[in-house]
Nanobody
Framework: VQLQASGGGSVQPGGSLRLSCATS????????MGWFRQAPGKEREFVAA????????HYAESVKGRFTISRDNAKNRMYLELNSLRPEDTAVYYC?????????????????WGPGTLVTVSS
């Protein structure tokens, strides 16, 4: 299974980006998916997760109201809309595919990880 995150880049504070995660797995629609991030010198942290149906979503408190997770099962893709970006959002963002159909904020519940895409927020 391959996961590939894309859409990262450099933006000014207050700006927006849209990250995309593509997977090669045919059973993409059976699994929950999630986004995590790792800032320089910090541990990886949970950002957002979505169930296999897309009806259940979870967000870290730090991004709630600013980021939106979504998925398109027909295209085997997941997205993360990042709005009102702050310098503290600077990190490598990783997409991950869960072990079950449900959304989870725990990294141990994810079995496949992509290589990540860098988001830099700076003036």
């Amino acid at each position: 299974v391959q996961l590939q995150a894309s859409g990262g880049g450099s933006v000014q504070p207050g700006g927006s980006l849209r990250l995309s995660c593509a997977t090669s797995r045919r059973t993409f629609s059976n699994n929950g998916m999630g986004w995590f991030r790792q800032a320089p010198g910090k541990e990886r942290e949970f950002v957002a997760a979505i169930s296999w149906t897309g009806r259940s979503t979870h967000y870290a408190e730090s991004v709630k109201g600013r980021f939106t997770i979504s998925r398109d099962n027909a295209k085997n893709r997941m997205y993360l809309e990042l709005n009102s970006l702050r310098p503290e959002d600077t990190a490598v963002y990783y997409c991950a595919q869960g072990r079950s159909a449900y959304s989870s904020s725990n990294s141990v519940d994810y079995q496949y990880w992509g290589p990540g895409t860098l988001v830099t927020v700076s003036s």
